[in-house]
C-alpha cells in the first residue's frame, strides 16, 4: 500500500512563491511517476505537473510552464512543487498522485495513488 501525505501549502499573495511537499511511503516500484494535480472550487480535477523516477521526463500542464516546477528526492521518496509568480487562478486543492509505470502522464486515471491534498490560496 502507498501512503501520500502532502504539505506546504498556504496563503500568499499573488506573485509570491510556495513549495509544496509529498512524502510517499510503501514499495518503491509503485511510486516510480510522481505527479501533482489540483482542483479549484466548483472545478474538476487537472493536470498541474508529473516526473518519472529519474527527473529527466518531467511534464507539465500549460497554465504553469515557467512559473512550476516539479522536482524528486528518492533518497526521501518525496515530490516537490516548486510554485513561482502565483496567480489568482491557481488557487485550489493540490494533490499528489502516484503511479507504479514509467510516463509523466497527465491523466488523471493512469494514476493509482493518491494524497489527501493541501490547499494553496492566492489572494490579491
Known amino acids: 500500500q502507498v501512503q501520500l501525505v502532502e504539505s506546504g501549502g498556504g496563503l500568499v499573495q499573488a506573485g509570491g512563491s510556495l513549495r509544496l511537499s509529498c512524502a510517499a511511503s510503501?514499495?518503491?516500484?509503485?511510486?516510480?511517476?510522481l505527479a501533482w494535480f489540483r482542483q479549484a472550487p466548483g472545478k474538476a480535477r487537472e493536470f498541474v505537473a508529473a516526473?518519472?523516477?529519474?527527473?529527466?521526463?518531467?511534464n507539465y500542464a500549460d497554465s504553469v510552464k515557467g512559473r512550476f516546477t516539479i522536482s524528486r528526492d528518492n533518497a526521501k521518496n518525496t515530490v516537490y512543487l516548486q510554485m513561482n509568480s502565483l496567480k489568482l487562478e491557481d488557487t485550489a486543492l493540490y494533490y499528489c498522485?502516484?503511479?507504479?509505470?514509467?510516463?509523466?502522464?497527465?491523466?488523471?486515471?493512469?494514476?493509482?495513488?493518491w494524497g489527501q491534498g493541501t490547499s494553496v490560496t492566492v489572494s490579491s
Open positions: 498522485a502516484a503511479r507504479p509505470s514509467l510516463g509523466a502522464t497527465a491523466f488523471e486515471s493512469d494514476y493509482n495513488y
Open positions: 510503501g514499495r518503491s516500484i509503485s511510486i516510480t511517476t
Open positions: 516526473t518519472s523516477w529519474s527527473n529527466v521526463n518531467t
